[in-house]
């Protein structure tokens, strides 16, 4: 049998298209047989995707759930049609379900919309992060200093979490400064990814979270084929690796960690 372990940052829904019930009723045996002790972050990428997302896993203990805007073209169109939206997820946002805001942020790589059109996005997400005392899940591409210039004033009030992180150390060390959480996913175990295991290496063990960001990012050596949280146990490997840490020990201070941004 597999092992369920806590994954920040995964898109359920995604998994369950592409891989069917089949997969997702692996998935929810496995973290069911875990009682409380591991969880997985469902993450939203649209206005309007939060409902349906609830109603597919909300009910399932183990599955915690967010809501946001990822900088996809559609939502940049226009600074009235970003502000429209954002007052839109609002609603899903005030759910008590809803435990964290994102994913959002800047991403320079796909460059939708405009750099000015991304960060109104952003910020209006942050804000409504602020305001409503819940985390803010952050994604970031060719966007560093853009990014921290962002997350600096809110990761003093708020769990900020740097999701898929694809920088290097001295970002990662620009992050933690600023208070925010790492979250490193399977590109973690990949073998260009020098960079990144020297970021994971200098994270201090109360601010590191793991992922998958599934269907995405599978770890090694299943690099390329869609992946679930089922997947995530060989970035723990590395992880634990890299801390000089045993994987149980790992395993519960991530769990914990998850546990103490959400309030859980
Ligand atoms: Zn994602």
């Not at 949280?229 to 000089?244: C, Q, S, V």
Request: glycine share 4%; with cysteine; net charge negative.
């Amino acid at each position: 049998m597999e092992t369920a372990l806590t994954d920040s940052h995964a898109h359920l829904s995604y998994v369950l298209e592409q891989q069917g019930q089949v997969a997702m009723d692996a998935i929810i045996k496995t973290y069911s047989a875990q009682g409380s002790e591991a969880f997985i972050m469902d993450i939203g990428v649209d206005y309007d995707d939060f409902p349906n997302r609830k109603a597919l896993f909300g009910a399932f203990p183990f599955v915690k759930l967010s809501a946001g805007i990822w900088p996809d073209q559609d939502s940049l169109q226009s600074q009235k049609h970003i502000e429209e939206r954002v007052n839109e997820l609002k609603n899903w946002a005030k759910d008590a379900s809803c435990l964290a805001i994102g994913e959002c942020g800047l991403d320079y790589h796909w460059m939708n919309g405009s750099q000015k059109a991304q960060e109104l996005l952003f910020r209006a997400q942050a804000d409504l992060a602020l305001k409503l005392g819940k985390a803010l899940i952050v994604h970031s591409r060719d966007a560093h200093p853009e990014t921290l210039a962002v997350v600096k004033s809110y990761a003093v009030s708020i769990p900020v979490i740097i999701h898929c992180f694809s920088y290097n150390e001295e970002a990662c060390l620009d992050y933690l400064s600023c208070g925010c959480y790492i979250s490193f996913a399977g590109n973690l175990t990949y073998k260009n990814a020098a960079p990144l295991r020297a970021a994971c290496s200098k994270v201090p063990l109360n601010r590191l979270l793991l992922e998958t960001d599934s269907p995405y990012m599978n770890p090694e050596p299943l690099r390329g084929k869609p992946s679930s949280p089922l997947d995530i146990k060989r970035n723990y490997e590395i992880a634990a690796g890299l801390k000089a840490c045993n994987i149980e020990k790992l395993v519960y201070i991530v769990k914990n960690n998850f546990k103490d941004i959400l309030n859980l």
